[in-house]
């Protein structure tokens, strides 16, 4: 049943309903799970929760706004205190079409001037609408609506204003005649003797609701048997919010400290229940998949970096200082800034050295003898049962985080990071060539690229770009990879010497497709001295 079918029942059922005042989105949200059937969007709250009066201090397009969160996290109608309607019928037309866009079900407006005030603030001296105005306004509301739903109540301010019982029954026969949906009678006094004669009299010729704020201690029953339609609990979560927030605050104020509160208070996990956090990982894990499957990184550090000379006799090259931090760290924090906090160092040479906190160790203390192929089977092992993607990649190369963001975003299980760029340059020591289906070219952008061959020795016409060591493995192929890195081991040569492009070459010759992510520059592979100084300029 729409919002405006459910409050069009409730002010007709033959049964005394309720509303309870909500202010924002979460006391909307609360009204609707204590149980209650529709919520009274009260000025006078509103207006509180912002600071300001109940004198249409905030515009009408501010009380929209809450209205708006009001609306879109219930699915029980929302009757608006509309107060004056904010102006004249010129503005009640308009009111009702922006309610009505909104999902709000209905609206109440008092015979009052704008701007109001609140009934409990000097009533006896608040100045009523000329009667024929304020039928005009409510027929500009009927006929502005959209939806034949759409409730609109006329409110009595004739009992406020001290005009007593018979005025209060002329207007309401003028109202229903210019065709209110039904009626409010309101009253000041702390017995409900104005509302029950006011109802005696008008014998329900239209619905009549009652906000029973002064004359609380009445009992509901008395409402029931009066057949009154709808009861307001006008400002009670407001009130509640204050004496709560009053009372919190005077505590940590006087405590300085949180010990006597938490116990009083809901834990922000209550916080989180009401907000819905819970659907929005639901939501993430359905449409940010490749980015929410958890990742860890593997980086292969066992080597000395023998071009160094002294500056590496007590220490790895990943742990070559510049400007006050290692190699290693700053490539570390550029995984962490994208998420990635499982990462795991392959040590080798002078392994006590590299013993930076927050990292976890494998070490291959064969590192003499063998290619870095052992020391990824090393760290592999560990992970091969893994439900996290892999990324794998060097403690000497120094990237920019999107880089590592590309690669995160990619679905393929197998994927490389290359720098097409860099096949212009002169030879590295043992480049790490590729050749790919595509060369990088606009439509390389939008075509996927795989790779065809990996090699320091590739003809000069076939070379693609120069592989970053970046390569994505994504953990459904985990244990493959952990196969045939066992399977490459059991090779003696390859046991020796085995380097990465072997093992690329052996996934292709598997069929395994290894999908190319061309960049261009922002990446600093640190081989040589020069290297060093070029690393004060990376940005
Ligand atoms: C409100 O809740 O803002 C009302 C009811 O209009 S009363 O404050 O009693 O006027
Ligand atoms: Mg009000």
């Known amino acids: 049943m729409s919002k405006?079918?459910?409050l069009r029942q409730l002010l007709y059922s033959q049964n005394l309903e309720f509303l309870l005042e909500a202010h924002n989105g979460l006391s909307a949200k609360i009204v609707e799970e204590a149980g209650f059937k529709g919520i009274w969007a009260?000025?006078?709250?509103?207006?509180?929760?912002w600071g300001v009066r109940d004198s249409n201090e905030a515009s009408w397009t501010q009380i929209l706004e809450v209205l708006e969160f009001m609306s879109d996290v219930t699915n029980i109608p929302i009757l608006l205190d509309g107060d004056t309607g904010y102006g004249n019928f010129n503005n009640m037309r308009r009111l009702v079409k922006k309610l009505e866009q909104r999902d709000i079900a209905g609206v109440c407006i008092e015979d009052k001037q704008f701007p109001k005030t609140n009934s409990f603030i000097n009533g006896k001296t608040q100045l009523l609408a000329p009667i024929d105005e304020f039928c005009g306004k409510i027929k500009a509301a009927k006929d502005a609506q959209s939806n034949d739903d759409f409730v609109v109540i006329a409110r009595i301010e004739a009992l406020i204003a001290g005009w007593g019982l018979s005025e209060a029954l002329k207007r309401a026969e003028a109202y229903a005649e210019a065709g209110a949906d039904g009626l409010l009678i309101h009253s000041a006094l702390a017995i409900p003797d104005e509302v029950l004669a006011f109802q005696k009299a008008w014998q329900n010729q239209l619905p009549v609701a009652i906000v029973p704020t002064k004359y609380y201690a009445t009992p509901t029953t008395i409402f029931r048997e009066f057949g009154f339609a709808i009861a307001i609990w006008a400002n009670h979560l407001l009130r509640a919010a204050v004496t709560n927030m009053q009372t919190v605050a005077e505590r940590i104020y006087q405590d300085q400290n949180l010990l006597n509160i938490e116990d009083k208070i809901v834990p922000v996990?209550?916080?989180?229940?009401?907000?819905n956090a819970a659907e929005l990982l639901e939501a993430e894990r359905q449409y940010l998949p490749s980015r929410h499957t958890p990742v860890r990184a593997i980086l292969l550090a066992a080597s000395r970096g023998v071009e160094f000379g002294e500056l590496t006799a007590d220490k790895p090259k990943c742990m070559l200082t510049l400007q006050g931090q290692p190699l290693l760290a700053q490539i570390t924090a550029?995984?962490?800034k994208v998420g990635i906090k499982n990462i795991t160092v392959v040590r080798g040479y002078q392994k006590a050295a590299i013993n930076l906190p927050q990292l976890c160790y494998v070490d291959n203390d064969e590192y003499e003898g063998t290619g870095e192929l052992v020391s990824l089977l090393k760290a592999v092992a560990n992970v091969a049962s893994d439900s996290q993607n892999l990324i794998i990649?060097?403690?000497d190369v120094l990237l920019k985080q999107h880089i590592l963001q590309l690669l995160l975003e990619t679905s393929?299980?197998?994927a490389i990071v290359v720098d097409a760029k860099e096949r212009d340059r002169t030879p590295r020591i043992r480049p790490d060539y590729?050749?790919?289906?595509?060369?990088n070219s606009t439509q390389s952008f939008y075509t996927p690229v795989y790779l065809e061959v990996m090699g320091s020795t590739l003809p000069e016409s076939e070379i693609c770009g120069l592989w970053t060591g970046l390569l994505k493995v994504s953990h459904t192929v985990l244990a493959p990879l952990q196969t045939i890195l066992k399977t490459l081991d059991d090779c003696p040569e390859m046991h020796a010497q085995g380097r990465m492009p072997h093992l690329m070459n052996a996934l292709i010759a598997q069929n395994y497709k290894i999908e190319v992510i061309y960049i261009t520059g922002h990446w600093l592979d640190i081989d040589e001295i020069e290297d060093i100084l070029k690393m004060g300029k990376f940005p």
């Open 434 to 439: 590729v050749r790919c289906s595509l060369p």
């Open 4 to 6: 405006t079918q459910q």
């Open 42 to 49: 009260s000025g006078l709250s509103i207006s509180a929760q």
């Open 269 to 275: 996990s209550e916080v989180f229940r009401l907000q």
């Open 334 to 336: 550029t995984y962490h």
């Open 393 to 395: 990649g060097y403690g």
């Open 412 to 414: 393929s299980d197998f």
